[in-house]
C-alpha cells in the first residue's frame, strides 16, 4: 500500500463525487468531509450537456477553481448535450465528433490552470453512459475520443481513457485498433463487485488482464481505478466494509472511491428515476447526512478500525459450529455484551448478529473478542437483511431479540427509519423463525412505552417524586393487564412488534416471549441523553458535563440492574414454551423505584458533588410515573432481582471511572460503606 494521509488511508486514493448545477452548498460539505479524512483527490464530472443549460457556465466558472483550491482534481468530461447527438439524449454519441475536442478545449482554456489529467468520458462500454447500439462498433466513439485526446495533449494535458465499466479486455483491445490508445496516458477500470459486476474475479486478476493487454500492444499507460464502491441497498454495510477494503489493496497507480452520500431519493439517477435503487446508496453517508458503518469507523480509527471489525466477523476458526448456538441480535450492545458475557462464561455457543450502529459498541465486540478468542462468532449485519438474517437463524436454538433504534427523540426525527428497524427488522426475524426447518424459540424485548405516557393514572406528587393515587398501584406496579397505547413513532414501532411475537406465537406456533422492560442499567452502557439515562448522569457526573433534568425531575422509573435481566432472560428461556405467547413487565418494581432527583442525591452521595443541573422541557412521550409489576413474571418462573438500586448504581459508577481511566476516589463514599457491591453473589 503506497505511503498514507489521516486515518491511514492511501495518499493515492481518492473519492468519486458527482455534482449538479447549484450544489454549492453540497460542494463544501463535500470537500469539508474530505479534508477530514486526508483525502486530497476528487474525480467529477464535468457534463458537456449541463453547459449548455441556463447557468452552466456560471457553475463550472465556480466549481473549477473551488475544488482545485482543496484537492487535486480530476476531471471527466462526458454527456452529450441532446440537441448536438443522433438522438435526444445524454448517452447518445454527437453528430460532429470535433464538437467534444472543441468542449474540451474550451475547457482546457477557460480552466486548464486547475487540472493536469482529463479523463475523455466515463464507462463507455456501459448501455446508460454511452448507447453502443447507436455505434455498435464504437467507431463513433474511438474517432471523438481520439480527437480529443490529441487535441488535449497538444495543449499539455495527460488523457484518462474513461473506465471501462465492465472491464473488458476485448473492448481495450478495439480502442487500440481504432488509433485511440497512442494518444492516451491512463487507462481507467471501474469495478463494483457484487452490485453491477455480478461475477467479479478481483482487483488482481482484473488489474493483470489489462496489463496484459496493454504489455502486449507495446504501451506504457498507467492503470487507475477511477470509479469503485458498493451500494448499501440491502442494508449490508459489512460488505462495504470488505469491498473498500479490497479496493485499497488494489494495485493500481491512483484509485477513486464512489463516493460521499447516497443519492437524494428525490432525484434521478443517471436520468432514470428510481428505476435501478443500487444507484442510489454507494456512499459513505445515507442522504440525510447520517453515517454509515464505514464512515464512522473511518472517522473514529481511520482503516486499522475498518480492519479490526472486519475481522472479527465472521465463523469461528475451524469453520461453522456443529451444534445449534445462541442468537444475540444486537449482541454489540449494553443489554447483549452482558448476556453474551454469562453465555460465553458458562459454555455455551453464542452468535452475535448486529449492524455495529451505535458508536461506542464496537469496542463491547473488542471486550469481548479480547476475553474470549476464537470462541466468539460474530456476523456484522442489519436485521432487515432477510438472507443473512435467515442464515443465522438456522443455526440457533433460541434467539434473543435485542436489535432496535432505541430513542423517542431518533424515533421523532426519522420515524421511516424507526419504523424499519423495530417494526420491520422484528418482522423479518419472525418470518426467518417461522419458515426455519427446525424453528429455535424467542425472547423479545420490548418496552414500557407501549403503555404510552399514562397520561389517566391519577398522581400526586410529594417528596420530590410522583405517587399513583390509588393504592394498588403503589404498592405493586403497572401490571401486563393495563391497556396498551402506543404512544410517540418509538412506542408505535415497538409495540407494533410486541404485538407481532404474541401474535406469531399464537397463529404459527413459534416459542415467543416478550419482555416489556423498564430501565436497565450496568456495566457496558455508555448512555446518552435520549436513551439509557442512567449511565448518562454517571457520566455526566464523573465528566463535569451539564446534565439536563427533562420536566419537573420528579418522574419516577422502577430500575433493574442488568445481571438481574440476564438472570431473568436465563429464567424464561429455561421454561419454554410455557412461557410462550405471554408478555412480562420487567424491572426492579415498587422496591427500586427512584425518581430523577432521588437518583441525582444518590449520586450526590457516591461522587461527593454533583455537575451543574439545568432545566428542560416535558418530551413527547414521557411518563411521569411508570414501575413495573412483576409478579407475574414471579410467579411463573420464581426470579427476582438480587441487586438494590444502591449496589447497582455503584457497580456503574465504578465501572464507568475504570472506563474512563480515572484516578480512584480517596476513601469510601457512604454507598460503599452502606452498600458493599461484594456481598451480591450470582
Known amino acids: 500500500m503506497k505511503g498514507t494521509g489521516k486515518g491511514g488511508l492511501p495518499g493515492h486514493v481518492g473519492i468519486v463525487e458527482w455534482f449538479r448545477p447549484g450544489e454549492h452548498d453540497r460542494v463544501e460539505r463535500v470537500v469539508d468531509y474530505l479534508q477530514k479524512l486526508g483525502i486530497g483527490r476528487v474525480r467529477t464530472g464535468i457534463s458537456w450537456a449541463d453547459w449548455y443549460t441556463e447557468g452552466g457556465v456560471e457553475w463550472y466558472d465556480w466549481l473549477f477553481p473551488y475544488l482545485a483550491g482543496k484537492v487535486e482534481l480530476l476531471p471527466c468530461f462526458l454527456y452529450t448535450p441532446p440537441s448536438l447527438a443522433v438522438a435526444p439524449k445524454t448517452s447518445a454519441p454527437p453528430k460532429k465528433g470535433k464538437d467534444y475536442a472543441d468542449f474540451l478545449d474550451v475547457c482546457i482554456t477557460r480552466y486548464g490552470a486547475h487540472f493536469e489529467y482529463v479523463e475523455l468520458w466515463n464507462e463507455p462500454n456501459n448501455l446508460s453512459e454511452w448507447d453502443w447500439t447507436l455505434d455498435p462498433h464504437w467507431s463513433l466513439f474511438g474517432e471523438m475520443i481520439g480527437g480529443a485526446a490529441y487535441w488535449a495533449k497538444q495543449r499539455g494535458k495527460k488523457t484518462v481513457l474513461g473506465g471501462m465499466s465492465p472491464i473488458d479486455g476485448h473492448w481495450l483491445c478495439r480502442m487500440f485498433e481504432l ?6 496516458d491512463v487507462v481507467g477500470i ?4 457484487d452490485i453491477f459486476d455480478y461475477n467479479w474475479k478481483g482487483w ?8 496484459e493487454v496493454l504489455e502486449e500492444r ?4 498507467e492503470i487507475w481505478i477511477t470509479e469503485a464502491g458498493f451500494s448499501t441497498w440491502q442494508h449490508d454495510e459489512q460488505k462495504q466494509l470488505k469491498v473498500f477494503l479490497e479496493f485499497l489493496e488494489a494495485k493500481a497507480e491512483r484509485s477513486y472511491w464512489y463516493g460521499v452520500d447516497d443519492l437524494d431519493p428525490g432525484l434521478a439517477a443517471v436520468d432514470r428515476f428510481h428505476l435501478d435503487d443500487r444507484e442510489y446508496f454507494f456512499g ?9 458503518l464505514l464512515c464512522r469507523l473511518l472517522e473514529e480509527g481511520g482503516v486499522p478500525a475498518v480492519q479490526q471489525i472486519a475481522e472479527i466477523n465472521g465463523y469461528p476458526a475451524g469453520g461453522r459450529a456443529p451444534d445449534k448456538g445462541v442468537l444475540v441480535t444486537g449482541g454489540a450492545g449494553f443489554i447483549g455484551t452482558n448476556l453474551v458475557q454469562r453465555l460465553l462464561d458458562e459454555g455455551e455457543r453464542v452468535i452475535i448478529y448486529d449492524n455495529i450502529s451505535r458508536p461506542g459498541v464496537e469496542r463491547n ?3 469481548l473478542k479480547e476475553r474470549y478468542g476464537k470462541d466468539l462468532e460474530v456476523r456484522i449485519a442489519d436485521i432487515r437483511n432477510a438472507r443473512t438474517l435467515e442464515r443465522a437463524v438456522a443455526e440457533a436454538r433460541h434467539v434473543f431479540h435485542f436489535a432496535a433504534q432505541v430513542a423517542v427523540t431518533t424515533s421523532l426525527e426519522a420515524p421511516a427509519q424507526d419504523f424499519a428497524i423495530n417494526g420491520v427488522g422484528t418482522f423479518t426475524l419472525l418470518e426467518a423463525i417461522r419458515k426455519a426447518s427446525s424453528p429455535p424459540s424467542l425472547l423479545f424485548t420490548s418496552t414500557n412505552k407501549v403503555y404510552g405516557a399514562l397520561g389517566d393514572i391519577p398522581l400526586e406528587r410529594s417528596h420530590g417524586r410522583y405517587h399513583p393515587v390509588d393504592p394498588d398501584l403503589r404498592e405493586n406496579g403497572l401490571s401486563e393487564a393495563f391497556h396498551l397505547d402506543f404512544l410517540s413513532p418509538y412506542g408505535c414501532s415497538k409495540g407494533s412488534a410486541d404485538q407481532y411475537v404474541l ?3 399464537r397463529s404459527f406456533g413459534i416459542d415467543a416471549t416478550v419482555f416489556r422492560m423498564s430501565c436497565i442499567y450496568g456495566p457496558h452502557q455508555c448512555g446518552n441523553e435520549d436513551q439509557g439515562w442512567v449511565a448518562h448522569f454517571v457520566l455526566s457526573l464523573l465528566c463535569n458535563a451539564t446534565i439536563t433534568l427533562y420536566g419537573d425531575g420528579c418522574q419516577v422509573r422502577d430500575l433493574l440492574f442488568v445481571e438481574d435481566l440476564v438472570d431473568a432472560f436465563l429464567r424464561a428461556r429455561s421454561m419454554m414454551p410455557a412461557l410462550s405467547g405471554k408478555p412480562f413487565n420487567i424491572g426492579g418494581g415498587p422496591e427500586r423505584a427512584v425518581s430523577l432527583l432521588e437518583l441525582l442525591e444518590l449520586l450526590r452521595s457516591l461522587h461527593g458533588e454533583l455537575p451543574q443541573i439545568a432545566s428542560g422541557p416535558w418530551r413527547t412521550g414521557d411518563q411521569r410515573y411508570y414501575v413495573s409489576d412483576t409478579r407475574r413474571f414471579t410467579e411463573a418462573t420464581g426470579w427476582a432481582p438480587r441487586y438494590s438500586v444502591e449496589q447497582g448504581v455503584a457497580k456503574l459508577y465504578q465501572w464507568l471511572r475504570e472506563t474512563l481511566h480515572l484516578p480512584a476516589r480517596s476513601g469510601k463514599s457512604y454507598i460503599e460503606q452502606e452498600y458493599p457491591t461484594t456481598g451480591v453473589t450470582r
Open 284 to 292: 459513505f453517508r445515507r442522504a440525510d447526512g447520517t453515517e454509515k
Open 218 to 221: 507495446g504501451s506504457r499507460c
Open 190 to 193: 471501474h469495478g463494483f463487485p
Open 503 to 505: 401474535d406469531f406465537a
Open 204 to 211: 488482481p486478476e482484473n488489474i493483470t488482464n489489462v496489463r
Open 179 to 184: 488509433g485511440v490508445m497512442q494518444y492516451i
Open 365 to 367: 465486540l473488542s471486550f
